[in-house]
């Protein structure tokens, strides 16, 4: 199956197929035609909110308002304007991509509920604009005198193009609009979007800007269904609000998840049978709606991964697989090697540090600084401040008051991406990697801060783009080669061990190559055998010059790594010195008496 499944999706296959499609519409009726027209616009929209939906998490109700847009711009354009229709296209595409990144202000703000009640919003304002701007879309009489395919009044420099032809602009920009999906999916953009649908706080730290992420999902989305709606104007020649109603907005997300939500071969599927389906059961008359609903409880419960289930396929979000790396080129080495020598200075400075939640002081002006090439161990007993002042570190905490100086910056209170984005980053109590990803594009989503390449790069999959790609992937695989992760590299990692999960989120937080590495606590649960790798990795990330902070509990794993320790209780330092000192300490044993952690120590 997944090798039929790869040989359909294959670029030249799929040109066949549309090939076939191109010529065999010459003989086929106009009416069938026109329907496989119809099919087009609806992957387009499916496409579209897969995207916005699927792969970057924000819910879309409302997605019938850019179709609606799409297409009243086309509309109104081609009808007084007279302009040739690809540059209608054009406005239609910019209009509606320039709507997606505003709504994308508030609407990036808010999560769940608030997000389905902010989009069904967007999408019944549009249509009550649509509804009652007579003087531009004609109420709801509707807009008429569209030029169009059907009666053969859209021209293109005096070449009149007929239902047929028009179908065949559409087939080849359909195209067009997978193939850069595909690529961009596949790219370090593909994988920021989706890790911000899995999680907004991970993807910080990994130096991907959320309010920035979600922007361009809005914006790339909304334009391809503005698109949509640009073809679909000329197509019927003839707009009013009601196609653009609640209805179509749930239909649009309907056939996305039956197809397979963030599965770019199911958006195909889906729309497919959400053409045809509503037109066979049309012979059910009065009952048409109740099958229709049934057919969708029935795909539901059966089929949670969609139509895209059944072929047992995963998009991939990576360029190339490990064959495409080529054997015996010359490996790369995991991290940049820093030069320690003759740089005394702290890489990182914290300075009085003070954080609280409410009434609550979890950190009290702790001051603490960090050299490069050296391993500081964090500890302390429960609720004493470890893991909050590594979220304070990282940006996911804005400081109550104090410096954090990184490189001469006081980088307190930036917001984590950018944090990340200078060189700090870390690992999370509970891993938190993206859990339908491999252990590959796990490990290489670290490397996102890196890329040079933008986004029209990566759509169109220039050389630039994909030389990068390679070069992280080699990177990647010394990672993979380092933690002893090579074997379980295509494996998908949310079916893993947690230990092997663990290690991966490290070597992910290394393949971002940075300067200071936060873990914390990195060793629960890890066995034997994978806290050695583990220590393999850390040990490898000091000799590169980076400075590494520890949180853990155990004893025994940070003897004979850390340089120093660190020990906070009530969110103040009380120790700070050798392990040997730290054992022997009167305040850290008092701190530690009759908890767990004292037999440890
Ligand atoms: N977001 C938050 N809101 C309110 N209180 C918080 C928040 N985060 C941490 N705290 C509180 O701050 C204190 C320090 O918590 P923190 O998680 O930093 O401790 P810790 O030393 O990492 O503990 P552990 O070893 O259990 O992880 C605790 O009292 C905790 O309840």
Known sequence: MKKLVELITN????????????????????????????VLINILLAQSINLLTGITGQISLGHAGFFA????????????????????????????????????IPA??????????????????VYE????????????????GIPSSQIGTLNLFGWTIDTVWYFRIILVALLGVMLALRNF??????????????SEIAAGTLGISQSATKRAAYAISGGIAGLAGAFYAPLVGYLTPESFGMMRSVEVLVMSIVGGLGSLTGQVLGAVVFTYLPQKLQAFNDYQYMAYGLILVCVFTLLPKGLAGLLKTRTRYCKFEQSDLGQGREAATPLTRRDVQGRAEPLIRIQDVTMEFGGLRALKGVSLELRRGTITALVGPNGSGKSTLVNVISGIYKPTSGHIWFNNEDIGGWPSFRVARAGITRTFQDPRNVPSFTVREN?????????LHGAVGAAFNTGAAQAEEMQFLRRVNALLDISGLAMHADDIIGDLPYGIQRLAEVARALASDPDLLMLDEPAAGLSEQEA???IKLIRMARENGVAVMVIDHHMDFLAGLVNEVVVLEAGEEIYRGDMEGMRSNSAVIEAYLGTEEACHA
């Not at 490990?443 to 890329?451: D, E, F, K, Q, V």
Request: aromatic letters at 16%.
């Open 11 to 38: 670029t030249w296959v799929l040109g066949a197929f549309a090939l076939a499609f191109a010529i065999g519409a010459s003989f086929a009726d106009i009416g069938t035609v026109q329907m496989w027209s119809f």
């Open 69 to 104: 847009i799409g297409a009243y711009v086309c509309a109104a354009v081609l009808k007084t304007w007279g302009i040739p229709f690809p540059l209608a296209f054009v406005l239609s595409i910019v209009t509606t991509a320039a709507v997606g990144y505003v709504l994308a």
């Open 108 to 125: 990036g703000r808010v999560r769940e509920f608030y997000l389905a009640m902010m989009s069904l919003a967007f999408g019944l304002i």
């Open 129 to 144: 604009l649509a509804r009652e701007w007579r003087g531009v879309t004609g109420g709801i009489m509707g807009m008429r």
């Open 185 to 198: 999916v596949k790219s370090h953009f593909g994988r920021a979007f989706f890790a911000v649908h899995v």
């Open 443 to 451: 490990i290489l989503m670290g490397a996102n801060r890196l890329y």
């Open 532 to 534: 050695e790798q583990l």
